[in-house]
């Protein structure tokens, strides 16, 4: 069997797209199974349309001899891989991980909404209309769709009408225990937040949280956030907050295991890697409440995106001892043996099956 894995991105690009195309490559080619990586890469530096017509044209001459194309989401690589599908009469899957429009729509900074409301809102522009269009028809007619959680296949079961046999769920893995060794005990009272600084991620919310935080307990807290992204420049006006760039993932992972609590205040976070390997390592999680990793249960402590005061009385309670040791114990009893090895088996069955 061969495939043609579509993703914007791949190493030495960083961002979760090209970790996951690299990790599914090695694991499908250590079980005899050929694997072709078509990325953006150079490409980025050709101005539109002509760069997506070169992708089109690389995924074309990559995917000749293939069995089917795998794309990593619904229009950069979606619209190319569906195309070359239609062409070639090749299998075409898609996965799902995030949601361009919803994206697109609260960086411009027109909306300040969840995911879920942001879909159950009648008000779009007529070229959000029409994207959604286009991801309907390619959502119907790939042969299977490839989520991460129930919560967004639930949400685009809803308003794109595929049919629910063409999907299935193949979780996000946690992290091997040499990957994140446990490391329960924090070195400080640091609050920790790792990744692109966006609008969605809601960081502002959190500064001003840790704000009224610090003037409620006589403990060191400190907030610190690593990352890079278009709202640093409206971030780094506040004082008391340690800004980095993003760290080398080794030196991520001993960061993480230094703080006390890491914060995922985001408007919506489907499965988001920083709280698995938060997890993973035995560490505190404050998790938005719009997650698809709500299904862990009743072990982590979700937050309203919202309402400041529900993260304040969250912080404040984590920062009692005895409140911290129980929330530890808790999340050493979450089911973490779901690994990558675990995601190429759930790919490899699934492309076997589709191809019968």
């Known amino acids: 069997m061969k495939i043609v894995l579509a993703t914007p991105i791949y190493p030495p690009d960083i961002g979760g797209p090209a970790t996951y195309a690299q990790k599914l490559k090695q694991g499908f080619e250590g079980r005899g199974i050929s694997t072709t990586v078509v990325s953006y890469g150079n490409l980025r530096k050709i101005p539109q349309p002509l760069r997506i017509a070169c992708y089109v044209a690389n995924l074309l001459k990559a995917s000749l001899g293939a069995d089917a194309i795998y794309a990593f989401n619904a229009i950069s690589c979606g619209i190319p891989a569906c195309f070359c599908g239609k062409i070639l009469r090749k299998r075409f899957f898609i996965r799902l991980g995030g949601d361009f429009l919803w994206e697109r729509a609260v960086e411009q900074g027109r909306i300040e909404q969840t995911l879920r409301e942001y879909y159950e809102s009648s008000v779009k522009t007529l070229r959000e209309r029409l994207t959604m269009f286009i991801i309907g028809k390619i959502l119907k007619s790939t042969d299977k769709i490839i989520f991460t959680s129930d919560f967004q296949r639930q949400i685009y079961f809803k308003h794109y009408g595929f049919r629910p046999e063409k999907t299935v769920i193949i979780k996000n893995p946690f992290p091997e225990a040499k990957e994140a060794p446990l490391q329960t005990t924090p070195e400080n009272y640091k609050i920790l937040y790792a990744g692109r600084l966006l609008k969605l991620k809601n960081l502002e919310f959190l500064i001003k949280v840790f704000y009224n935080v610090l003037s409620k307990t006589d403990k060191p807290l400190t907030l610190k956030i ?14 008391k907050v340690t800004f980095a760039s993003p760290l080398p993932h080794q030196e991520l992972m001993a960061e993480m295991g230094r703080s006390y609590i890491c914060v995922l205040p985001s408007l919506t ?21 719009e997650t698809g990793l709500d299904t862990v249960g009743n072990s982590l402590i979700l937050i309203d995106p919202r309402d400041g005061a529900d993260l304040e009385r969250k912080i404040l309670y984590l920062l009692d001892e005895k409140n911290y040791a129980d929330y530890v114990e808790k999340i050493k009893k979450i089911p973490m043996n779901y690994t990558w090895n675990d995601v190429v088996k759930e790919h490899e069955k699934s492309f076997i099956s589709w191809s019968n």
């Open 226 to 239: 690593i990352g890079e992204g278009p709202e640093k420049t409206n971030l780094i006006k506040y004082d």
């Open 269 to 289: 976070e489907i499965t988001p890697n920083f709280a698995l390997e938060c997890l993973a390592m035995g560490k505190p999680v404050l998790l938005t409440k």
